[in-house]
């Protein structure tokens, strides 16, 4: 298994280009599966779950070209509507293909997701959603069989013990666009990739307003056609490396990225004493004073602060001054990556979901595991800044996220190499 070696120490500098969003990237090629036409998506990420719903689509039925950043799926029918478990265990959200094939074709069998590192992960909002709409679920030997003549629009509450979900707004969005008669969506997700995907919808001949809000409301069509999208910038991405250039006290434009999709995070990195500046082409970070400011952070779904950048942040306020306290409230046990930094030195204790991070001078370098996608990307963070070497083992996880990564923080000084481990 391959390791990433990483020589602490080193300040970020220069300029790196965000990719595409690998969280609307997802949905939107679930989306393709509405249409019989072909679809052109471009600014597609090269990462492991993009690859892995790509052969989920082909697994389908779908005939899918790849050339760089553009996907191409042809004309064409699915040939079986079944997401078998060896795919969907690989990563939860090809449960995304569960609304498009059960709209589109009336029946859809999908493999049950499952657990996770990063805590439980419940699928009934997906499974509530498509009910109201009518169809017929029951979940047998692991798989989760839909079926339904046409689906009806209806009113639905989509909320749950932790307020809207992604993926269960997208599954119900995909499904009520070609259901008979209008359907509303009370607290949907408000998330960058939610609207994404709703303007791909829209070009494809979807009718949806609301675009933005918690309250979807859609006009089923009887059809949609082919088109052509390009993805938004990835602002998990894009976080990462503003918390990178933070931490390491570097300066660092991060190109194409879009800063009014982490207003959440650069209030924080400005409570912090981070100096960042937007840009209509990206936005720029540099560390303002020699110790970061302690910041307090809730989890919050959109616009509140993105779970997915928790731990990174963690990693800064390990080195800040003073006590900084993490409240997690979208996933309550995503802390796996607290042991891992504790063993390159900081000072983090674990309260229920709430972790109380005191502020160390520095980090040392040391052996650590990646556990999931974020936790990984703060590992990296904390290696960064530490002194000496630090060998993360279990980097797939990275790419699963992460394009280029290696490349693009050596692009900015860092010493960071891959090894077969
Ligand atoms: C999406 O997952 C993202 N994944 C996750 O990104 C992200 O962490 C998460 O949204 C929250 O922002 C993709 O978009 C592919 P949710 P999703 O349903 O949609 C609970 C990353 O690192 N819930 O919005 O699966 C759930 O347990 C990943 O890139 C229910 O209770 O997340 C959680 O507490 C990991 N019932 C909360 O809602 C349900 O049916 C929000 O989860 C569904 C979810």
Redesign the pocket.
């Known amino acids: 298994m391959d390791k990433l070696v990483v020589e602490g120490g080193c300040k970020l500098n220069g300029n790196v280009c965000v990719s595409g969003a ?3 990237c ?2 939107i090629l679930a989306a393709v599966l509405l249409t019989d036409d072909e679809c052109v998506i471009s600014n597609v990420p090269d990462l492991k ?1 993009v690859t892995t719903m790509l052969k989920i689509l082909g697994a389908l039925g779908r005939r899918v070209e790849r050339e760089g950043a553009v996907v191409r799926v042809s004309a064409g029918s699915v040939t079986n509507v079944t997401a078998a478990y060896e795919l969907v265990s690989t ?3 090809s ?2 293909v569960l609304g498009p094939l059960v709209a589109k074709y009336g029946r859809a069998k999908v493999s049950f997701p499952g657990g ?1 590192v ?11 959603g498509l009910r109201a709409l009518g169809a017929e679920i029951k979940v047998q030997e692991g798989y989760i069989l839909a079926e339904v003549k046409r689906l009806k629009g209806k009113r639905i509450y989509l909320g ?11 599954n119900t969005l995909m499904a009520a666009v070609l259901a008979e008669g209008k359907t509303i969506i009370e607290n949907a ?1 408000c ?1 960058p ?1 939610i609207s994404d995907l709703i303007n791909f919808l829209i070009l494809m001949g979807a009718e949806i307003s609301g675009n933005g809000t918690p309250t979807l409301k859609i006009n089923g069509v009887l059809k949609l056609k082919g088109a052509e999208y390009s993805v938004i910038p990835d602002r ?1 991405e894009t976080g990462t490396y503003m918390i990178a250039a933070a931490a390491t006290g570097g300066c660092v434009f991060i190109e194409n990225a879009k800063p009014e999709h982490n207003a959440a995070l650069i209030d924080k990195l400005l409570e912090a004493g981070v100096v960042v500046k937007e840009h209509s082409g990206g936005v720029e970070v540099c560390r303002g004073k020699d110790r970061l400011n302690a910041v307090d952070i809730t989890t919050l ?2 616009p509140g602060f ?3 950048l928790q731990a990174q942040m963690m990693s800064l306020t390990s080195v800040s001054n003073g006590i900084s306290v993490i409240t997690e ?4 046990e ?1 802390f796996i990556h607290i042991s891992e930094l504790n063993r390159m030195g900081a000072n983090i204790l674990l309260e229920g979901a709430t972790a109380i991070i005191k502020g160390v001078r520095s980090l040392s370098g040391a052996p650590v595991m990646a556990s ?3 936790a990984s990307a703060a590992l990296v963070i904390a290696a960064l800044v530490a002194e000496g070497k630090t060998e993360i083992s279990r980097i797939y996880h990275l790419d ?2 992460y394009e280029h990564l290696e490349e693009k923080l050596s692009g900015l000084g860092a010493r960071v190499k891959r090894i077969d481990g």
């Open positions: 690998k969280n609307a997802l949905p779950d990563m939860r959200a449960i995304a996770c990063i805590g439980p992960r419940p699928i009934d909002l997906h499974l509530k749950g013990h932790f307020g809207s979900s992604v993926l269960a707004t997208a997700a998330e990739e998990v779904t959109y993105p779970t997915d409230k979208i996933y309550p995503r999931d996608l974020r699963r996220g």
